[in-house]
């Protein structure tokens, strides 16, 4: 069974940064694609950045490139996402996310407050 727990949300004035990290355990960390979802009241959840099973290539959304980076830890099984110059438009759950070829895999949310 996969399972994911994120920490690091809490609440940060505009400007600053916050490090979300995302322990994944279960098969082997190195099969898995990650990545990170956000969601913010009343919308849909919505794709932020991802990582390849290697960790050379990585992919964010426009409205976050350039701010966060994601990287990962085979030594920890660990998905981190770094978010810099954070704005109130990045207040969301974040979520993080696995996926192998057995499916896809969602940890239970860090909730992210950008005050203005």
């Known amino acids: 069974q996969v399972h994911l727990v994120e920490s690091g949300g809490g609440l940060v004035q505009a400007g600053g940064s916050l490090n979300l990290s995302c322990v994944v355990s279960g098969r082997r960390f190195s099969d898995y694609k990650l990545g990170w979802y956000r969601q913010s009241p009343g919308k849909e959840r919505f794709w932020v950045a991802g990582i390849d099973e290697s960790g050379t290539r990585t992919y964010y959304t426009d409205a976050v490139r350039g701010r966060f980076t994601i990287s990962r830890s085979s030594a920890r099984n660990t998905v981190d996402l770094q978010m810099n110059n954070l704005t109130p438009e990045d207040t969301a759950v974040y979520y993080c996310?696995?996926?192998?070829?057995?499916?896809?895999?969602w940890g239970q949310g860090t909730q992210v407050t950008v005050s203005s």
């Open positions: 996310t696995a996926g192998d070829t057995h499916g896809d895999y």
